[in-house]
């Protein structure tokens, strides 16, 4: 698989530091957490809040990157018998289907969103209102709605990189 940063589309370099960001944020309050609980038995305040805000973050910043760089797992069964006229209407298919799951993740996230913010959801230990997380799941969803769009615009143009060039492992 490529993985040249360079090659990457400015917004899903920006994406994929955050979402590199939380996962560290994330193993950092796990990590600390376990430790003072075992070694003091004095938990962070808060550690499960932070690791549910960073997941968050992780999942919804994390998906445009691996959108955009055509990382998706690939399984390559019909690859070898269909000329690659249906190789890239295939891949059309596929950037048309991804941005139609993403828009209908978006839709069904509304009315939960709505609702968390009308009855003052707040969090579990940190007591921070629950909307506000809403807003940032929306722009990650943003992010990755932008990155599913880039990625269906190589598809039309036939600019996307070869999806079998990419590297095995040693095994």
């Not at 808060?46 to 973050?57: K, N, Q, R, S, W």
């Not at 399984?75 to 018998?81: F, K, P, Q, R, V």
Request: hydrophobic residues 60%.
């Amino acid at each position: 698989m490529k993985t040249d940063a360079g090659r990457q589309p400015l917004l899903a370099r920006i994406l994929h530091m955050i979402a590199s960001l939380a996962l560290v944020v994330m193993m950092l309050v796990v990590v600390t957490d376990v430790v003072l609980r075992v070694f003091f038995n004095t938990p962070v305040k808060g550690a499960y809040d932070v690791v549910e805000i960073a997941l968050l973050v992780m999942v919804f910043f994390g998906i445009g990157p691996v959108v955009a760089r055509g990382g998706e797992i690939l399984i390559d069964l019909i690859d070898g018998l269909v000329s690659a006229a249906v190789l890239r209407a295939l891949r059309l298919v596929s950037a048309v289907g991804t941005l139609a799951v993403f828009l209908f993740l978006g839709w069904s996230m509304v009315g939960p969103a709505r609702d968390a913010y009308r009855y003052g959801d707040i969090s579990l230990e940190l007591f921070l209102p629950v909307w506000w997380l809403w807003v940032v799941a929306f722009v990650g969803l943003a992010g990755i709605l932008a990155c599913t769009l880039i990625a269906l615009v190589g598809a039309l143009r036939g600019s996307r990189d070869d999806p079998h060039d990419y590297d095995e492992g040693a095994l």
